[in-house]
């Protein structure tokens, strides 16, 4: 018999109440999020891990005060991006290059094709080098279009969601990830031949 999954509602006051177990559900249920924020925003790995640890004992100091106005996983993700932020500011390292708004067409799609139906989305999605070509090139972008670019497509969040997060206003968040895909085109285009995408 398939035992229920708490609620945020329900693990945050067993934490209060000195749960540990509880804290550790949450934990496994942020973490990837947590993690992929991380890796699209910082490159050096004892960073990475310092910044793990600092996020999840800023969220449980915090969590008194949580207010139910997100889901917890979002304000979590708040916390971890703020602190990616303030060490990226810390260290001095340029958060969002700026772009060139020349000539910004309407962006199809990343490799300049739309598959429009299941065997070529198949085909689309199937393909490993693509797939290592495109991660290679995200990679390449500043960790403010990285951590939006990654939070939108694998993370699949909402736009009210990622605003919350990066508390950007919609309608920056929309205008950034369409310069961070705008790039990314830009990029895979001067890079590889049509061809290979």
Same mark, same amino acid.
């Given at each position: 018999?398939?035992?229920?999954?708490?609620?945020?509602?329900?693990?945050?006051?067993?934490?209060?109440?000195?749960?540990?177990?509880?804290?550790?559900?949450?934990?496994?249920?942020?973490?990837?999020?947590v993690i992929s924020?991380?890796?699209?925003?910082?490159?050096?790995?004892?960073? $990475?891990?310092?910044?793990?640890?600092?996020v999840y004992l %800023?969220?449980?100091?915090?969590? !008194?005060?949580?207010?139910?106005?997100? %889901?917890? !996983? &979002?304000?979590?993700?708040?916390?971890?991006?703020? &602190?990616?932020?303030?060490?990226?500011?810390?260290? $001095?390292?340029?958060?969002?290059?700026?772009?060139?708004?020349?000539?910004?067409?309407?962006?199809?799609?990343?490799?300049?094709?739309?598959?429009?139906?299941?065997?070529?989305?198949?085909?689309?999605?199937?393909?490993? #080098? $693509? !797939?290592?070509?495109?991660?290679?090139?995200?990679?390449?972008?500043?960790?403010l279009y990285k951590?939006?670019?990654?939070?939108?497509?694998? #993370?699949?969040?909402?736009?009210?969601?990622?605003?919350?997060?990066?508390?950007?206003?919609?309608? &920056?968040?929309?205008?950034?990830?369409?310069?961070? $895909?705008?790039?990314?085109?830009?990029?895979?285009?001067?890079?590889?031949?049509?061809?290979?995408?």
């Amino acid at each position: 018999m398939n035992k229920k999954q708490p609620t945020d509602k329900e693990l945050i006051k067993k934490v209060l109440r000195g749960d540990s177990s509880a804290f550790n559900i949450i934990i496994t249920n942020t973490q990837g999020l947590v993690i992929s924020i991380i890796y699209k925003m910082i490159r050096n790995n004892e960073d $990475r891990k310092d910044i793990s640890q600092e996020v999840y004992l %800023k969220v449980y100091s915090k969590l !008194s005060g949580f207010k139910y106005k997100s %889901k917890l !996983s &979002t304000w979590i993700a708040t916390i971890t991006y703020n &602190t990616c932020l303030n060490h990226l500011e810390k260290k $001095r390292i340029l958060v969002m290059e700026p772009i060139n708004d020349e000539g910004m067409d309407v962006w199809e799609t990343i490799s300049g094709e739309m598959p429009d139906d299941n065997n070529q989305t198949e085909r689309y999605v199937s393909d490993k #080098e $693509r !797939s290592e070509i495109l991660g290679s090139e995200i990679d390449k972008l500043s960790p403010l279009y990285k951590t939006i670019v990654t939070l939108y497509h694998n #993370e699949e969040l909402s736009y009210q969601e990622i605003a919350k997060i990066t508390n950007l206003p919609e309608g &920056t968040l929309k205008n950034y990830l369409f310069r961070a $895909r705008k790039k990314l085109k830009d990029n895979l285009l001067s890079n590889y031949k049509r061809g290979d995408l």
